[in-house]
T-cell receptor
């Protein structure tokens, strides 16, 4: 079974402070990991995926297979980063099923 | 390009009434389809997913059911709504091939059961 754990429901940081949104996963094979974001009154959308190794809006995430983690980081938080963030996992096999964590609400305090 | 449509955007229904939420995808074939419920404090919960016409998998026991009568149509239903069915429902699709597993979401339906 595949599972995604986001231990923090709410994370509040001051503007300019570093941000780390935690995500741990459980999966027996080689997963694909993603971060999705939902800004106020907008659709849930993909922020980044581990296979791309990209930085989007200053956010990065590194897949650590030893710790089974995929934490989302940004060195300096901005007010517009306030949103709901979901970590997600996609497993292999005959079909794809994307499993989401319960989400972490990031609140950036001006 | 692919698009996903979900309706209605908001719905207020009395307890015990039936429910039908519809989701359609355009611009792709044989997508994987999903129904999620997004509840405050509980995050994004997968309710149903489908890998093909007539193939539905349920993730959690509940008062709801799903059907896929056509390749790009996914319907969420209930015969009798409960107060606890209130929430924000999201439809999503993902490509069937292994190489691209990004999920794309609809705008959502805010359901209030009164």
């Amino acid at each position: 079974a595949q599972r995604v754990t986001q231990p923090e429901k709410l994370l509040s940081v001051f503007k300019g402070a570093p941000v780390e949104l935690k995500c741990n996963y459980s999966y027996s094979g080689s997963p694909e990991l993603f971060w999705y974001v939902q800004y106020s009154r907008q659709r849930l959308q993909l922020l980044l995926r581990h296979i791309s190794r990209e930085s989007i809006k200053g956010f990065t995430a590194d897949l650590n297979k030893g710790e089974t983690s995929f934490h989302l980081k940004k060195p300096f938080a901005q007010e517009e980063d306030s949103a709901m963030y979901y970590c997600a996992l996609s497993g292999g096999g005959g079909y794809q099923k994307v499993t989401f964590g319960i989400g972490t609400k990031l609140q950036v305090i001006p | 390009s692919q698009t996903i449509h979900q309706w209605p955007a908001t719905l207020v229904q009395p307890v015990g009434s039936p429910l039908s939420l519809e989701c359609t995808v355009e611009g792709t074939s044989n997508p994987n389809l999903y129904w999620y419920r997004q509840a405050a404090g509980r995050g994004l919960q997968l309710l149903f997913y489908s890998v093909g016409i007539g193939q539905i998998s349920s993730e959690v026991p509940q008062n709801l059911s799903a059907s896929r009568p056509q390749d790009r149509q996914f319907i969420l239903s209930s015969k009798k709504l409960l107060l606890s069915d209130s929430g924000f429902y999201l439809c999503a699709w993902s490509p069937p091939d292994r190489g691209n597993t990004e999920a794309f979401f609809g705008q959502g339906t805010r359901l209030t059961v009164v």
